[in-house]
């Protein structure tokens, strides 16, 4: 069993940078694949990047190249560093995991989620 608390988020001007963290309680965190989707009001959640248990990573489209996804399992924590913030990033911001070596874009393939955490990007 896993236990995932987001924390970071908060409102930043448009081009700003925001740090999410997801501190996971439980044993054998190393063993999880982790990812950060989010959710804009009235959308879908949407994958945003995700992160194996050998550090590979993945992102989407849409953040690719402006956000970088990170693990310590020495703290059991990660991390999603957001930079170049645009008005489209505006959601909550969720963590999840799963364990297994892959990972994955579906929601449906995560067991454990957190509450969430907003990002709100001001133009």
């Known amino acids: 069993q896993v236990q995932l608390v987001e924390s970071g988020g908060g409102s930043v001007q448009a081009g700003g940078s925001v740090r999410l963290s997801c501190a996971a309680s439980g044993r054998a965190f190393n063993t999880y694949a982790m990812v950060w989707f989010r959710q804009a009001p009235g959308k879908e959640r949407e994958f945003v990047s995700a992160?194996?248990?050998?550090?590979?990573?993945i992102y989407a489209d849409s953040v690719k190249g402006r956000f970088t996804i990170s693990r310590d399992n020495g703290k059991n924590t990660v991390y999603l560093q957001m930079n170049s913030l645009k008005a489209e990033d505006t959601a909550r911001y969720y963590c999840a995991a799963r364990r297994s070596i892959v990972v994955a874009r579906i929601t449906d393939a995560y067991d454990y989620w957190g509450q969430g955490t907003q990002v709100t990007v001001s133009s």
């Open positions: 992160i194996a248990r050998s550090d590979s990573t």
